[in-house]
């Protein structure tokens, strides 16, 4: 791989990611709404959530805390698939002579880059979460930031810098849960895909079933770690001075008391088809650029 490609992954990453965020910002805005409705014991319907929400500011309501979104897709997205771009090639040549990697060294691969990519975009997730959650609080509570950059800069001047990463944690085994969900059925299916179609099949149609195989195991696999993290970030200290949650762990025993070991999947539709349209539209994406930019396909 040459040192062009190796660039030009980082750059994949950003594109691809972010044009899925683009396509499914208004699918997340109603997961996380649900996500906190399931969490004050209310109607978790995504038709009642998404009434609320235009009701509240219209059509935009849905895009509230996109550029948070896309500033955290070109710091996370862009080292969550560049590094494993990287990563697993370097493996492959380095490692396995030429052939292709196993589910457990993707595992690894995908681990490492979801973990680091999430710690360093853990400011923006902190943002976006913030802005998305606010019309829920009481007015007297609410934040009201009015970008990412105003948010960056009180959470600074109100908590301390260190608040940046809070919630850190739970992000990261969050993105660690979805990047090795993804990535790894992803390459899996598209593996078993090719070797039973034969070199006649249409690399398109593949890619497309395999992206499908790898948006259901995305949902199931990582949707327990997201709900702990949008309780976790935006959780606010009450009267007295005490935050809802203590710990992650906290978080998983009170949410499990509260609302059953069923309540972890809480909003699993549409949080399928938030995240579900984000994997396909993602990876496809990233086929499709990698192809665009000739990665892979030159010759040292």
Request: aromatic content about 10%; proline content about 4%.
């Amino acid at each position: 791989m040459s040192n062009y490609d190796f660039y030009l992954n980082f750059l994949v990453g950003t594109l691809s990611t972010s044009t899925a965020t683009c396509c499914i910002q208004p699918m997340d805005m109603i997961k996380v709404r649900i996500q906190l409705r399931s969490e004050m014991g209310g109607s978790t319907s995504p038709f009642s959530v998404a009434k609320e929400i235009y009701g509240i500011g219209g059509a935009k309501e849905f895009y509230r805390g996109l550029d948070s979104a896309l500033l955290r897709q070109v710091v996370y997205g862009t080292l969550r698939l560049g590094i494993y771009f990287n990563l697993t090639e370097w493996v492959k040549v380095n490692k396995n002579g030429g052939e292709n990697l196993s589910a457990l060294q993707r595992a690894g691969c995908s681990l490492f880059a979801g973990s680091l990519g999430s710690f360093v975009g853990n400011p923006c997730d902190l943002a976006l979460v913030r802005m998305q959650a606010d019309t829920t609080l009481p007015e007297a509570e609410r934040r009201n930031y009015k970008n990412v950059f105003d948010a960056f800069s009180r959470i600074v001047a109100e908590e301390g810098i260190t608040s940046l990463w809070k919630g850190a944690v739970p992000t990261m085994m969050r993105a660690s849960a979805l990047n090795v969900s993804m990535l790894v059925s992803y390459e899996t299916a598209k593996d078993i895909a090719t070797t039973a179609m034969g070199p006649s099949a249409s690399p398109f149609q593949i890619q497309f079933g395999s992206s499908m195989i790898a948006a259901v195991a995305t949902a199931v696999g990582s949707l327990p770690f997201d709900n702990i993290k949008t309780k976790m970030q935006k959780q606010k200290a009450g009267p007295d001075g005490k935050l809802p949650y203590a710990s992650i762990g906290d978080c998983f025993a009170k949410s499990m008391a509260k609302e059953g070991v069923t309540g972890f999947w809480a909003g699993l539709p549409t949080y399928y088809f938030r995240v579900g349209p984000h994997a396909i539209i993602t990876l496809l994406a990233a086929e499709q650029y990698r192809r665009i930019f000739g990665i892979g396909q030159k010759k040292n």
